[in-house]
C-alpha cells in the first residue's frame, strides 16, 4: 500500500489531496487568490488529521512541476521538498498538463460532463500564460500526449495540423478566454487539482521515477520576467 501526499499549486487554485494506492482519499482546495504560501501547509495539517494519517506513513510528496505561474510553483515544489528532506521519502514531479488532463478524463468518467464524439475527441488543457496565450499540450481520450508542451499564441488556426477531422476539447483556466476565437472548439469546464496528480504519481512511484530533492526544479518553460513598477518613488 502506497500513500502519497499531492500538491498542485501552478494556478490560483491551491490543491492539496492524499492518495492511497493512486486513488484520492481526502483534498483540500481554495481558489480564493494566490496565498498559496499560506494554505499549502494548513491543508496538509488538516488532511493528516482527518484521515488519521502520520507524516511518516508517508511514501512519497508528488507535486504538480508546471508549467503555470511562476511564484505558484515554487511554493508547491519549494514545500515538496521540504518535506521530503525531512521525511526522507522521494519526490514525484507531474507535468501539470498531464495532471489537468487526468482530472478531465476522470470527471468524463465519473458522467460530470458530456461531450458529443468524445471517442473522436483531441483533448486540450490549456493553463493561462497571460493575454491569449497558453501553455498547452495535446491528449488522444485515452490520455496518451500526442504532442510536447509548447506555449501558444491562440488564434482561429491553432492546432490545425493535429485538430483535423477530431472534436477539440479545451478546458483548464486558460481556455474560457479562446472560445471567440475557436468558435468550433468545446469548452467544458474542468480545472487544475491534485486529485489528477494521484494516478500518474502512483505510476512514477512504482516504476521508481523520482526526482533528485536537492536539484529538482519546476518546469517553467518559459524564463520568468520582471516587469519594472511604473509607479514613482520619492
Request: hydrophobic content about 40%.
Amino acid at each position: 500500500m502506497s500513500l502519497i501526499l499531492c500538491i498542485e499549486t501552478g494556478t490560483d487554485i491551491c490543491s492539496v489531496g492524499i492518495a492511497r494506492d493512486g486513488e484520492l482519499v481526502s483534498l483540500r482546495e481554495s481558489d480564493e487568490g494566490r496565498d498559496h504560501a499560506k494554505k499549502v501547509g494548513v491543508f496538509v495539517d488538516e488532511l493528516l488529521r482527518e484521515t488519521g494519517i502520520t507524516p511518516d506513513e508517508l511514501d512519497a510528496v508528488a507535486v504538480g512541476k508546471g508549467p503555470g505561474s511562476y511564484t505558484g510553483l515554487r511554493i508547491g515544489v519549494s514545500f515538496a521538498k521540504g518535506l521530503c528532506y525531512g521525511l526522507n521519502i522521494p519526490l514525484l514531479a507531474v507535468g501539470s498538463l498531464d495532471a489537468l488532463t487526468q482530472v478531465a478524463l476522470e470527471d468524463y468518467e465519473a458522467g460530470i460532463f458530456d461531450v458529443d464524439g468524445w471517442d473522436n475527441a483531441l483533448l486540450c488543457p490549456m493553463v493561462d500564460a497571460r493575454r491569449m496565450e497558453v501553455y498547452t499540450r495535446q491528449y488522444d481520450v485515452n490520455g496518451n500526449a500526442l504532442s510536447d508542451v509548447s506555449a501558444e499564441i491562440i488564434t482561429a488556426e491553432s492546432f490545425a495540423d493535429v485538430r483535423e477531422g477530431k472534436k477539440l476539447v479545451i478546458f483548464g483556466n486558460g481556455a474560457a478566454k479562446c472560445c471567440e476565437v475557436m468558435p468550433d472548439a468545446t469548452y467544458i469546464k474542468v480545472a487544475p487539482s491534485a486529485r489528477g496528480l494521484a494516478r500518474p504519481a502512483q505510476s512514477l512511484l512504482d516504476a521508481g521515477k523520482t526526482e533528485d530533492i536537492a536539484y529538482f526544479e519546476p518546469f517553467y518553460l518559459k524564463d520568468f520576467v520582471v516587469i519594472p513598477s511604473k509607479k514613482k518613488l520619492l
